[in-house]
Protein backbone atom coordinates (compact mmCIF):
# COMPACT_ATOMS: atom_id res chain seq x y z
CA UNK A 1 0.00 0.00 0.00
CA UNK A 2 1.59 3.35 -0.63
CA UNK A 3 0.58 7.23 -0.11
CA UNK A 4 0.80 10.14 -2.28
CA UNK A 5 3.02 13.17 -2.15
CA UNK A 6 2.90 16.04 -3.82
CA UNK A 7 5.66 17.59 -6.23
CA UNK A 8 7.57 20.23 -5.59
CA UNK A 9 6.30 23.84 -5.16
CA UNK A 10 3.05 21.77 -4.55
CA UNK A 11 1.39 20.78 -1.07
CA UNK A 12 -0.98 18.72 -0.08
CA UNK A 13 -2.66 16.08 2.65
CA UNK A 14 -2.07 13.15 0.49
CA UNK A 15 -5.14 12.99 -1.69
CA UNK A 16 -5.19 16.34 -2.96
CA UNK A 17 -2.24 18.76 -3.69
CA UNK A 18 -2.34 22.39 -4.57
CA UNK A 19 0.41 24.98 -5.43
CA UNK A 20 2.44 25.99 -2.74
CA UNK A 21 4.79 25.14 -0.44
CA UNK A 22 3.92 24.10 3.47
CA UNK A 23 3.98 27.08 5.17
CA UNK A 24 5.96 28.10 8.60
CA UNK A 25 4.68 28.16 11.85
CA UNK A 26 5.60 31.78 11.48
CA UNK A 27 3.38 32.21 8.57
CA UNK A 28 0.33 30.79 9.81
CA UNK A 29 0.60 32.81 12.82
CA UNK A 30 0.01 35.80 9.85
CA UNK A 31 -3.22 34.13 8.57
CA UNK A 32 -4.35 33.50 11.75
CA UNK A 33 -7.58 31.34 12.55
CA UNK A 34 -10.20 30.40 10.25
CA UNK A 35 -7.88 30.58 7.41
CA UNK A 36 -5.23 28.48 5.41
CA UNK A 37 -1.94 29.24 4.21
CA UNK A 38 -0.14 28.90 1.30
CA UNK A 39 3.34 29.70 1.05
CA UNK A 40 3.89 31.62 -2.23
CA UNK A 41 6.31 29.78 -4.81
CA UNK A 42 7.68 33.07 -5.78
CA UNK A 43 7.74 35.10 -2.80
CA UNK A 44 8.24 32.27 0.02
CA UNK A 45 7.95 35.00 2.88
CA UNK A 46 4.78 36.40 1.53
CA UNK A 47 2.32 33.33 2.57
CA UNK A 48 -1.33 33.51 0.36
CA UNK A 49 -3.64 33.57 3.47
CA UNK A 50 -7.01 32.22 2.03
CA UNK A 51 -10.34 32.05 4.55
CA UNK A 52 -12.17 29.03 5.22
CA UNK A 53 -15.32 28.20 3.78
CA UNK A 54 -17.84 30.55 6.16
CA UNK A 55 -15.59 33.01 6.84
CA UNK A 56 -14.40 36.43 5.43
CA UNK A 57 -11.92 38.46 5.40
CA UNK A 58 -11.87 41.53 7.45
CA UNK A 59 -9.74 44.91 7.19
CA UNK A 60 -7.29 42.28 5.30
CA UNK A 61 -6.05 41.03 8.61
CA UNK A 62 -8.04 38.19 9.59
CA UNK A 63 -10.88 35.42 9.12
CA UNK A 64 -14.43 36.47 10.65
CA UNK A 65 -17.26 34.29 10.57
CA UNK A 66 -20.06 35.27 7.90
CA UNK A 67 -23.57 35.68 9.47
CA UNK A 68 -25.56 33.46 6.84
CA UNK A 69 -28.58 33.95 8.65
CA UNK A 70 -28.06 37.90 7.52
CA UNK A 71 -26.59 37.23 4.25
CA UNK A 72 -28.49 33.58 2.90
CA UNK A 73 -31.60 34.07 4.75
CA UNK A 74 -33.77 32.37 1.85
CA UNK A 75 -32.02 29.38 2.67
CA UNK A 76 -34.11 28.68 5.77
CA UNK A 77 -37.12 29.62 4.48
CA UNK A 78 -39.70 29.47 7.04
CA UNK A 79 -37.77 27.90 9.99
CA UNK A 80 -35.52 29.88 12.07
CA UNK A 81 -31.92 30.59 11.24
CA UNK A 82 -28.77 30.22 13.94
CA UNK A 83 -25.54 31.58 12.58
CA UNK A 84 -22.79 28.88 13.73
CA UNK A 85 -18.81 29.12 13.85
CA UNK A 86 -18.39 28.92 9.63
CA UNK A 87 -21.84 28.22 8.78
CA UNK A 88 -25.49 27.91 9.92
CA UNK A 89 -28.76 25.83 11.24
CA UNK A 90 -31.88 26.03 10.35
CA UNK A 91 -34.22 25.49 13.44
CA UNK A 92 -37.91 24.76 14.29
CA UNK A 93 -40.40 26.16 12.22
CA UNK A 94 -41.99 30.17 12.29
CA UNK A 95 -45.41 30.12 13.91
CA UNK A 96 -47.84 29.09 11.51
CA UNK A 97 -45.48 26.60 10.16
CA UNK A 98 -44.86 22.50 10.61
CA UNK A 99 -41.87 20.41 10.10
CA UNK A 100 -42.31 19.09 6.19
CA UNK A 101 -40.08 16.68 4.11
CA UNK A 102 -36.53 16.92 4.11
CA UNK A 103 -36.09 19.83 6.84
CA UNK A 104 -38.23 22.08 4.93
CA UNK A 105 -41.40 24.14 6.91
CA UNK A 106 -44.89 24.04 5.27
CA UNK A 107 -48.14 25.95 6.49
CA UNK A 108 -49.63 25.08 9.10
CA UNK A 109 -53.28 24.21 7.14
CA UNK A 110 -53.91 20.45 6.64
CA UNK A 111 -56.27 20.86 4.11
CA UNK A 112 -53.61 22.59 2.06
CA UNK A 113 -55.29 25.78 1.17
CA UNK A 114 -58.57 26.36 1.19
CA UNK A 115 -60.90 28.98 -1.10
CA UNK A 116 -61.94 32.33 -0.26
CA UNK A 117 -64.88 32.31 2.14
CA UNK A 118 -63.80 28.65 3.07
CA UNK A 119 -62.27 27.71 6.47
CA UNK A 120 -60.47 24.01 7.26
CA UNK A 121 -61.58 21.50 9.46
CA UNK A 122 -60.54 18.31 9.84
CA UNK A 123 -58.62 18.11 6.58
CA UNK A 124 -61.65 19.38 4.73
CA UNK A 125 -62.42 22.45 3.29
CA UNK A 126 -66.13 24.27 4.36
CA UNK A 127 -67.87 26.99 3.48
CA UNK A 128 -67.77 29.67 6.28
CA UNK A 129 -70.85 30.27 8.05
CA UNK A 130 -73.43 32.49 5.69
CA UNK A 131 -72.29 30.93 2.52
CA UNK A 132 -73.16 27.80 0.78
CA UNK A 133 -71.27 25.44 -2.13
CA UNK A 134 -72.09 26.00 -5.39
CA UNK A 135 -71.87 23.41 -8.68
CA UNK A 136 -68.15 24.63 -9.21
CA UNK A 137 -67.02 23.58 -5.63
CA UNK A 138 -67.45 28.18 -4.87
CA UNK A 139 -68.87 29.25 -1.96
CA UNK A 140 -71.07 32.06 -2.53
CA UNK A 141 -72.89 34.27 0.50
CA UNK A 142 -76.18 33.12 1.38
CA UNK A 143 -77.47 36.43 2.09
CA UNK A 144 -78.92 39.71 0.34
CA UNK A 145 -79.09 40.20 -3.38
CA UNK A 146 -76.66 37.22 -4.86
CA UNK A 147 -77.42 38.56 -8.51
CA UNK A 148 -75.77 42.29 -7.66
CA UNK A 149 -72.63 40.67 -6.68
CA UNK A 150 -69.70 39.02 -9.14
CA UNK A 151 -71.17 35.69 -8.42
CA UNK A 152 -73.88 36.19 -12.10
CA UNK A 153 -70.19 34.92 -13.63
CA UNK A 154 -70.98 31.34 -13.21
CA UNK A 155 -74.18 31.89 -15.36
CA UNK A 156 -73.04 31.05 -19.02
CA UNK A 157 -73.87 33.10 -21.90
CA UNK A 158 -77.40 33.38 -22.27
CA UNK A 159 -78.17 32.67 -18.10
CA UNK A 160 -79.25 34.28 -15.40
CA UNK A 161 -78.82 33.39 -11.65
CA UNK A 162 -82.12 33.39 -9.73
CA UNK A 163 -82.28 35.40 -6.57
CA UNK A 164 -83.85 32.95 -3.64
CA UNK A 165 -83.28 31.94 -0.33
CA UNK A 166 -84.87 28.29 0.63
CA UNK A 167 -86.63 28.40 4.26
Excluded at 48 to 77: Q, W, Y
Aim: hydrophobic share 25%.
Amino acid sequence: MGFCICQSNFTGNGKFCREGKTCSAEQLKKCGNHSTCIADPILPDKPVCRCLKGFRLNNKKSCEDIDECKTFRAKCKESRCVNTIGSFICTKCKPGFIDGPEGACIADDECGGCGENEECHDGECFCKEGYDMDQFKKCYSTEGDNCASSLQLICGLWMFLLNFLLH
